[in-house]
């Protein structure tokens, strides 16, 4: 599950990259680029429903959709092996460290929701927000250029 979790979070970072040369994630096979394009739209989706079910009391539902952010949505199912190495082999540490920190933090929104700990629903739900602002920041500002300059690298956004 570790694995899973792990890889999963790897992907997510990996999308977030293309804009880094040095990453090496513009030399992605198409057909991994599709399959991490379609990760970014269904954990856009999952994080902006999180909210509304959050702010109704539908604590099940937030955990469900966590639970999901935690294992990926499309790449778990779908990615070959030697897309899984191609993965590995092109991505930098720093990914795999914010890859790891998102699932982690996917991980306790879900348990904490599960657990019906409404105030710390809201602290995980930020720190996903959190990483992906910094993933954007870091590594996507050609998508998102009004994050240009505002490297969160290893700080919170707050």
């Known amino acids: 599950m570790k694995k899973i979790r792990n890889f999963s979070l790897i992907t997510m970072l990996a999308f977030c990259s293309f804009a880094k040369a040095e990453s090496g994630i513009e030399s992605l096979s198409p057909e991994l680029r599709t399959l ?39 790449l778990k199912q779908q990615i070959t092996k030697a897309q899984k190495q191609e993965l590995g082999s092109k991505l930098p540490k720093a990914f795999i460290r914010m890859d790891k920190q998102f699932h982690e933090n996917a991980a306790m929104l879900s348990h904490v929701a599960e657990q019906q700990h409404t105030e710390l629903v809201g602290f995980y739900y930020s720190r996903l927000i959190e990483a992906c602002m910094a993933c954007h920041a870091e590594y996507a500002t050609h998508r998102f250029p009004k994050l240009e300059g505002k490297s969160t690298h290893g700080k919170h956004l707050h």
């Open 36 to 74: 991490l394009g379609k990760e970014m739209v269904a954990l856009q989706t999952g994080m902006q429903s999180i909210l509304p079910a959050y702010v109704s009391g539908d604590l099940a539902a937030v955990a469900e959709t966590a639970r999901k952010i935690e294992n990926s949505f499309i």
